[in-house]
């Protein structure tokens, strides 16, 4: 398995494979509820916390 940062980083078969090929690619739509209950992250926190600089919350 291998992971890239983006896709500028495939080579060119992989990124067909992968990406573009109606037969082997996923394509999967995310959905986010704006409804937050008292002490939960919203989904702004959540993916600050996730993708964002400090790493204290990802331990």
Wanted: glycine content about 8%; aromatic content about 6%.
């Amino acid at each position: 398995m291998q992971r890239f940062k983006g896709l500028g980083e495939m080579n060119p078969s992989q990124l067909r494979e992968t990406t573009m090929e109606p037969s082997t690619r996923r394509l999967v739509q995310l959905t986010f509820d704006d409804t937050v209950e008292e002490g939960e992250l919203n989904t702004f926190e959540i993916m600050d916390m996730l993708l964002g600089k400090k790493t204290s919350g990802r331990s």
